[in-house]
């Protein structure tokens, strides 16, 4: 299992031009920065995630405030206020849509790149054992 050369583009590579002797704390270094890589991007996805439902029911309250100036100003009647709260509905139903896809990608890669971690911990471990 496994190589028993390290590849000129892998993380390891970096960590290993001043020793070719592979130890703990170069693996340790290695996961560190292949970890970092894996999740690159995860925040952003779980910002959106988080904060587009907010920003639809934000559009939402506008939208309402917006009418009921309008019924206010004019006297309008119904027509008004169904034109209203469809515009309102439209901006919360973008906010969740937006938000169950970056939800839905951000659980996605987090479980890809925990699988690559582990991965990883087990290709460390599998040559920390093939040293002793």
Not at 20 to 41: H, P, R
């Amino acid at each position: 299992m496994g190589s028993s050369t390290v590849s000129n583009n892998s993380f390891l590579n970096n960590f290993l031009k001043s020793s070719s002797n592979v130890t703990k704390e170069i693996l340790a270094l290695g996961m560190l920065a292949a970890t970092k890589d894996a999740t690159k991007g995860l925040t952003v996805l779980s910002v959106f995630a988080s904060t587009t439902p907010f920003i639809g029911l934000f559009g939402t309250v506008v939208s309402i405030l917006d009418t009921f100036t309008h019924i206010g100003q004019s006297g309008s009647g119904m027509s008004t206020i169904a034109v209203g709260v469809s515009d309102a509905l439209i901006a919360t139903a973008a906010g969740i849509f937006v938000a169950i896809f970056s939800y839905t990608y951000h659980q996605i890669l987090k479980r890809k790149s925990y699988e690559l971690i582990n991965f990883l911990e087990m290709q460390g471990d599998a040559i920390q054992a093939r040293k002793v």
